[in-house]
């Protein structure tokens, strides 16, 4: 019978019996699955595993020390934390096409975690034989089954590391849904930040600045998502929403008025929706008065925006991101 509790002792000893005494890496996102992937084979093998996370500066306020600090605090899993904004920033610099934003995204990050990866394997200490991934079920039919699921945009995930044959794969989620996924990881003991976590983009913020990203208008960006996210939490709709994507119309401004000022600021959009898969959404309906606090502390606690939208579209037409 399928318990949390005998998945996690199945895959400890399987992961303990396959690992040996070798070495294994494991690259963490920010989100459940490789999150709950590493807490096991941390269980399994300890100290033999080390975690890398590449911080490209695109993460949402919170997320980078959520990672670094209780992460780490309830799992005890060595960690290497690579800060690669700047070289990300340089990289994006003067790109406004999305699946560009995207190429260089993942291009940048192959690069950062083969370097840091390199740099484990130079360390004292037997070989690295493995590489973690958070493989879950549906991902194992879906890249099996071929057809279907064509890409409209390019690098879904990059998380998903470069096929290197000189590693063995661990994917101890291979056979779990999302949802079981979760429960392995509260029992676990993660943060439960991390495993209610809703779904984030690989490239991160860089795909909701519609236009060139820099590092002024991620900042801005960061707050106004803050906001929005602290207000949905606090109106209790984390578990009714699928994800709310916060997004930053850079390259439009519009006049409004504060204080005794005309201003001519740019529009924050909020895009909160329903959704199964993601393969198709409704847009949430939000009640008036959340989203009326959130327009009104955006628009005040916001440097630069002087307006916020609802996106009421659905999944076709529009996608979920903006881009
Ligand atoms: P769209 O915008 O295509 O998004 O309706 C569907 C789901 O995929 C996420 N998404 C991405 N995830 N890299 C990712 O890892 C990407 O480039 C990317 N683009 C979209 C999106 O947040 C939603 O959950």
């Known amino acids: 019978n399928w318990t949390t509790g005998n998945v996690i002792d199945e895959q400890v000893a399987a992961i303990r019996e396959m690992v040996g005494d070798k070495r294994a890496i494991c690259g963490l996102s920010g ?4 999150a709950v992937a590493a807490a ?3 269980k399994a093998i300890g100290s033999q595993l080390t975690c890398v996370y590449v ?3 695109l993460m949402r306020k919170g997320e980078t020390e ?8 309830a799992t005890g899993v060595q960690l290497k934390v690579v800060d690669a904004e700047e070289r990300f920033l340089k990289a994006l610099a003067g790109v406004s096409d999305p699946e560009q934003k995207r190429k260089i995204i993942g291009r940048e990050f192959i690069r950062v975690f083969e370097q840091a990866q390199a740099e484990i394997i130079a360390d004292e200490g037997p070989a690295v034989e493995f590489l973690v991934q958070g493989t879950l079920y549906p991902d194992v039919v879906e890249s099996g089954g071929g057809s279907g699921t064509a890409n409209i945009k390019s690098h879904h995930n990059v998380g998903g590391l470069p096929e290197d044959l000189e590693f063995q794969l661990i994917e101890p989620l291979r056979k779990l849904f999302k949802d079981e996924v979760r429960m392995v990881g509260q029992e ?4 439960e930040e991390i495993v209610h976590r ?3 983009p690989g490239p991160g913020l860089g795909i909701r600045i519609v236009g060139e990203v820099t590092k002024e208008r991620l900042d801005l960006l960061r707050e106004a998502d803050a906001i929005a996210r602290e207000e949905l939490t606090a109106a209790g709709l984390d578990r009714d929403i699928w994800q709310c994507p916060v997004v930053l119309l850079a390259d439009v401004r519009s006049v409004g008025v504060q204080g005794d000022g005309r201003t001519y600021g740019h529009p924050i959009v909020l895009r909160p929706v329903s959704s199964e898969d993601a393969m198709t959404a409704d847009w949430s309906r939000v009640p008036y ?4 606090k959130i327009s009104t502390r955006i628009t005040n606690e916001v440097r630069d925006v002087n307006r916020v939208v609802l996106d009421v579209t659905s999944k076709p037409p529009g996608t979920i991101e903006w881009e």
């Open 31 to 34: 989100g459940v699955d490789s």
């Open 40 to 42: 096991l084979v941390q």
């Open 55 to 57: 911080d490209h500066g």
């Open 66 to 73: 959520q990672v670094e600090k209780d992460f780490v605090a």
């Open 188 to 191: 676990l003991g993660l943060p």
């Open 198 to 200: 809703q779904p984030f």
């Open 289 to 292: 008065d959340v989203l009326a």
